[in-house]
């Protein structure tokens, strides 16, 4: 069973609107990370965002926020005022303890398009 | 300035060329690990170091190898390369093995193209 799930393939946002990326996760190990990155067409990989399994509050950095529903083993990552650089392949990332060492597992990831 | 570098950034080679495309990073950090991107299919780990001369296969090791001779070097060695591993690499490390909280720090990436 995939341990990130990430069911959007592609999504369209206008420029200046709130957009939201899914991700949901399974783990039985009560202390584990999440992250997002955000990769342009030039290919490296950028840290959004984390959020670990104990925080109380939801994580936000600038304009993005980490939507955590513990229970519902979710963690969207939720995007406002899109502008045009928002447009990359964004993944959603896990990290829990598998076979005594925090093994970290990546989504298939959402391609963003902003549209003007 | 902290970072992960991979040389080369883009290779062209021929099926049953060996090849290495080395990774090197400048924090100390204890782990380290190979990925590949494949359209459709996210990140795949290939291996994984948790520290020097301690590696282990990850989701898709096979035609790969690694070595971690010294801390913050960890080499992708392509023995016999075939076109089923044209794709983008990724090095990747972070400094706690047993938290969950540090963010991987990535390298670049390296275009590979085996024809």
Redesign the interface.
């Known amino acids: 069973a995939q341990k990130i799930t ?1 069911t959007q ?1 592609g999504m369209f946002v206008q420029e200046k609107e709130a957009v939201t990326l899914d991700c949901t996760y399974d783990t039985s190990d009560p ?3 999440l ?1 997002w ?1 955000k990769q342009p067409s030039s ?3 950028i ?1 959004l965002i ?1 959020q ?2 104990y925080d109380q509050q939801n994580a936000t950095e600038g304009r993005y926020s980490l939507n955590f529903q513990k229970a519902r083993k979710s963690a969207n990552l939720v995007i406002s005022a899109s502008q045009l650089g928002d447009s990359a392949m964004y ?1 959603c ?1 896990m ?3 598998s076979g005594g ?4 597992t ?4 959402t391609s963003l398009i902003v549209h003007p | 300035e902290a970072q992960v570098t991979q040389n080369p950034r883009y290779l062209i080679t021929v099926t049953g060329k060996k090849l290495t495309v080395t990774c090197s990073q400048n924090m100390n950090h204890e782990y380290m690990s190979w990925y590949r991107q494949d359209p459709g299919l996210g990140l795949r780990q290939i291996y994984y170091s948790m520290n020097v001369e301690v590696t282990d296969k990850g989701d898709v090791p096979e035609g790969y190898k690694v070595s971690r001779k010294e801390k913050r070097n960890f080499p992708l060695i392509l023995e016999s390369p075939s076109p089923n591993q044209t794709s983008l690499y990724f090095c990747a490390s972070t400094s706690q093995v047993l938290e969950g909280t540090d963010t991987q720090y990535f390298g670049p990436g390296t275009r590979l193209t085996v024809l």
């Open positions: 990430q393939p202390s584990y990370g992250f990155y290919g490296e990989m840290f984390y670990g399994s993944f990332a990290r829990d303890r060492s925090y093994i970290p990546f989504g298939r990831g």
